[in-house]
């Protein structure tokens, strides 16, 4: 409900469309800000499929001297997973930089800025062995065509 009423003001021009629009993101994410930062690593979302590494560097430069700014692509079709990584020097910088572009535009689209979590350890599973071949006589399962006679 809340969006068609946004939606309506801004067809019929009573507020700008910018502030309306910014002010709602902000406080989606207020509680975001409330977190401390304790490395100088940020999570970024919400970025458009065509921001850059050269973009999100320059975008968040001015917070402090950045030490990398990497967006995520997929593996196979090489397009932006629509999320970052920004590592500063210092949490301060990090923390100038979240206040900063936290619900801001980049490219056209609405970015938030949190804290980046440790990456979690996965458990390695052991290799898969379907491709044994069995001595017994018998029938055996072919994945690629079916059931099969020895």
Excluded: C, H
């Amino acid at each position: 409900m809340a969006f068609a009423s946004t939606f309506r003001r801004i067809l019929n021009g009573s507020s700008t469309p910018s502030s309306t629009i910014r002010s709602q993101f902000a406080s989606i994410r207020l509680n975001s800000t409330v977190t401390t930062l304790t490395a100088p690593k940020l999570f970024i979302s919400g970025l458009n499929r065509n921001t850059s590494d050269e973009n999100l560097y320059k975008a968040f430069a001015p917070f402090g001297r950045l030490l990398e700014a990497k967006v995520i692509v997929d593996r196979g079709s090489g397009r932006s997973k629509g999320f970052a990584f920004v590592t500063y020097e210092s949490i301060e910088e990090a923390e100038k930089a979240r206040e900063g572009m936290n619900a801001k535009y980049l490219d056209g689209w609405v970015i938030f800025v949190d804290p980046a979590n440790p990456r979690e350890a996965q458990p390695r599973l052991p290799p898969r062995q379907d491709n044994i071949q069995s001595t017994e006589p018998g029938f055996t399962s072919n994945k690629t065509v079916g059931w099969t006679g020895r």
